[in-house]
Antibody, heavy 121, light 108 residues
Framework: EVQLVESGGGLVQPGRSLRLFCAASGFTFDDYAMHWVRQAPGKGLEWVSG????????GYADSVKGRFTISRDNAKNSLHLQMNSLRAEDTAVYYC??????????????WGQGTLVTVSS | SYELIQPPSVSVSPGQTASITCSGD??????ACWYQQKPGQSPVLVIYQDSKRPSGIPERFSGSNSGNTATLTISGTQALDEADYYCQAWDSSTANYVFGTGTKVTVL
């Protein structure tokens, strides 16, 4: 069974940093692109960042570019999101999700349970 | 930036057909996919590559994509189909994935 388990969320002050983790299992991790998608309270889905199987292609939403960094460790089947200079508008549930090829919308499946990031003083 | 516009809400009677549209400039030139999200749950992929269903998704879910509009159709809608639905596409001009604005489907 494919499983994605996020961790690392929590309450953080504006301007501070947080690092999210996603542990993957049940599939050949280094065959697939991976993504982070977030959902602010009561709002819709927003793609945050994605990374190809070999980290050769990486993308970011304009809203996080220059502040967030995505990375992966294929040896440890893990995906990471380093979030710096956090703002109140970054408050959201952050989902880890499995893609296919980076740059094609062939569907994100499955999704983790999400981890809540709250940015507040 | 590229936008995908969906109607905020769609109401349907049990057993009837619900159609949810997703509008974007030249959307038909790229793949569209659809997600279902029930309250308090993570999204679930229901349609990919415009019209394909992942394993485990009921046949009553179907999709199409042409011109500027992708459509998700739920035939014989059931109460358990009540959820938020989001379309998604890849915007090659910005190298970003884009989600639609979301549609709340209510089964009355």
């Amino acid at each position: 069974e494919v499983q994605l388990v996020e961790s690392g969320g929590g309450l953080v002050q504006p301007g501070r940093s947080l690092r999210l983790f996603c542990a993957a299992s049940g599939f050949t991790f280094d065959d697939y692109a991976m993504h982070w998608v977030r959902q602010a309270p009561g709002k819709g889905l927003e793609w945050v960042s994605g990374i190809s199987w070999n980290s050769g292609s990486i993308g970011y939403a304009d809203s996080v570019k220059g502040r967030f960094t995505i990375s992966r460790d294929n040896a440890k089947n893990s995906l990471h999101l380093q979030m710096n200079s956090l703002r109140a508008e970054d408050t959201a549930v952050y989902y880890c999700t499995k893609g296919t090829i980076f740059g094609v919308a062939e569907g994100f499946d499955p999704w983790g349970q999400g981890t809540l990031v709250t940015v507040s003083s | 930036s590229y936008e995908l516009i969906q109607p905020p809400s769609v109401s349907v009677s049990p057993g009837q057909t619900a159609s949810i549209t997703c509008s974007g400039d030249k959307l038909g030139d790229t793949y569209a996919c659809w997600y279902q999200q029930k309250p308090g749950q993570s999204p679930v992929l229901v349609i990919y590559q415009d019209s394909k269903r992942p394993s485990g998704i009921p046949e009553r879910f179907s999709g199409s994509n042409s011109g500027n509009t992708a459509t998700l159709t739920i035939s014989g809608t059931q109460a358990l189909d009540e959820a938020d639905y989001y379309c998604q596409a890849w915007d090659s001009s910005t190298a970003n994935y884009v989600f639609g604005t979301g549609t709340k489907v209510t089964v009355l």
